[in-house]
């Protein structure tokens, strides 16, 4: 992880070329929502391609957000956003920690929880 | 101020900027340039194996509306870092952020060698409604910004208690 020029296309490379010029993702995914490679992605992501294995190999064992894997992968969060979809509805991604809740309760839970959390730092 | 309480060293990320989000920086004035790469700022912080504090620092300008417009979605508040020496630039974010019924707070960054203003006259200067909090900050200080994260996450308790006792049916966010 954070190798910045691990990739020797670097700047060569159009953003979106590594999409095959796609520039929708499957599905949306928020800049802070968290990724972790299923056991299949352990196994499967080297066949999905560089850019899709390295995504693989930096949420292999930690859960990353959006950011942070376009951040260590040097993709711009566009691009990542379209792999990761992708990822994700092959199953070599689980997505976790869903959107804010429009419950109350549950929000202001989650208010509590980041309150007491920052308190504690 | 991101760096101050963050897990990790802050990342960089950057997203392309394109025609239709830009502000005054009009790129269709530049021949041949239809998109701009900006970079923004994030830190991590771990509270719990089910819950990680994102901080994401964009630059204030209106022309990185785009990346707000990305960064609200999920946010639980703003805080909007003022600078003394420039401290109308943070019109436009204050604008962006009433407008958009964020819980969002002032934090005049104070630092050696920065002017120092009254946080009253600064109140006025820049028109800050009384419901939003303005405190004292020091970006490179970890406890002053803990403090101040520790003021937003209240403040937007406080906004949501509010919103629930009106009684309103809409949901938030």
């Not at chain 1, 920690?97 to 308190?119: I, K, Q």
């Not at chain 2, 960054?109 to 946080?119: H, I, K, Q, S, T």
Request: proline share 6%; net charge negative; glycine share 8%.
């Amino acid at each position: 992880m954070g190798q910045p020029h691990e990739d020797p296309r670097g700047a060569l490379v159009r953003p979106y070329a590594v999409t095959r010029g796609r520039t929708e993702p499957l599905r949306d995914i928020a800049i802070e929502a968290v990724l972790l490679t299923t056991p299949t992605g352990v196994q499967e992501s080297r066949f999905a391609g560089h850019d899709k294995q390295r995504i693989a190999a930096v949420c292999d064992g930690r859960p990353q957000s959006l950011a942070e894997i376009a951040a260590y992968t040097r993709l711009p969060l566009g691009v990542a956003r379209v792999l990761v979809a992708d990822m994700v509805a092959d199953g070599l991604l689980a997505l976790h920690g869903a959107a804010l809740s429009d419950v109350y309760e549950e929000r202001m839970e989650l208010l509590e929880r980041v309150l007491s959390g920052l308190r504690r730092l | 101020m991101v760096g101050a309480v963050s897990e990790i060293e802050p990342l960089t990320t950057e997203a392309v900027m394109t025609a239709a989000g830009v502000g005054i920086d009009d790129p269709s004035k530049v021949p041949g340039k239809g998109t701009t790469t900006v970079a923004m700022d994030f830190g991590r912080i771990t509270m719990a194996e089910d819950l990680i504090l994102y901080l994401f620092g964009t630059p204030g300008q209106t022309r990185f509306w785009f990346m707000w417009d990305e960064l609200i979605r999920g946010a639980l508040g703003a805080a909007v870092l003022v600078d003394t020496r420039r401290i109308t630039d943070a019109f436009a974010p204050l604008d962006y952020f009433e407008n958009r019924g964020m819980p969002y707070l002032v934090a005049l960054n104070c630092f050696d060698g920065a002017p120092r203003y009254d946080l009253d006259e600064v109140r006025e200067a820049l028109a800050i409604p009384q419901h939003v909090p303005l405190v004292l900050c020091d970006a490179r200080q970890r406890d002053s910004v803990k403090h101040v994260l520790i003021t937003v996450v209240e403040h937007s308790m406080m906004m949501l208690r509010a919103e629930h006792n009106r009684g309103e049916a809409a949901p938030v966010g």
